[in-house]
């Protein structure tokens, strides 16, 4: 795919995993799964070539791991500021708010710096390095939020006086 094409689709998958984390949601029943993703993603990644800039290894990998920093912070600011909730049935459901666009915007405009400085500095940033930053939010979203849902339980299940 051409670089704009690449670009456009990045914005496209960001906006509609915004667009969607910013609406109720039911988490899956099954949290063991949540590293799966993640997991895709930075295997696809790893296999397309260009991960690393051969002409600027250290710029490379210092602007890789910038990326991955930024994409952890980012998916655990991400997660904290997640509202989690039981419903009536005892499903739990899960809603970010203005603080997770917010969060995750800024996210993004962090990535947009790292890729900023890598141009600058002459290095090339494949979308490769884009999916590893993702994989990264994704992973320490998912992570904290089945943290923070192990330690939910619904109030009707709790014992008066216990």
Known sequence: MSGFIDVAVIVA???T???RQTRPHKMMDDARRWWVL???LVVLAVRQPGLIDAGHRVAS???LAGGVLAGL???AAW???TRIWFDGSGALWAQGG???AAIWLGGAALRVALYGLGALAGVHQGGSATMVTMAAMLLARSGVLAHRAQG???AYGIPAGG
């Open 13 to 15: 998958v960001c906006a």
């Open 17 to 19: 995993v915004l667009v």
């Open 38 to 40: 993640p997991t895709v």
């Open 61 to 63: 990998v210092g602007l």
């Open 73 to 75: 912070a980012t998916g």
């Open 79 to 81: 997660a904290w500021t």
């Open 98 to 100: 203005k603080a997770t």
């Open 152 to 154: 939910f339980r619904p």
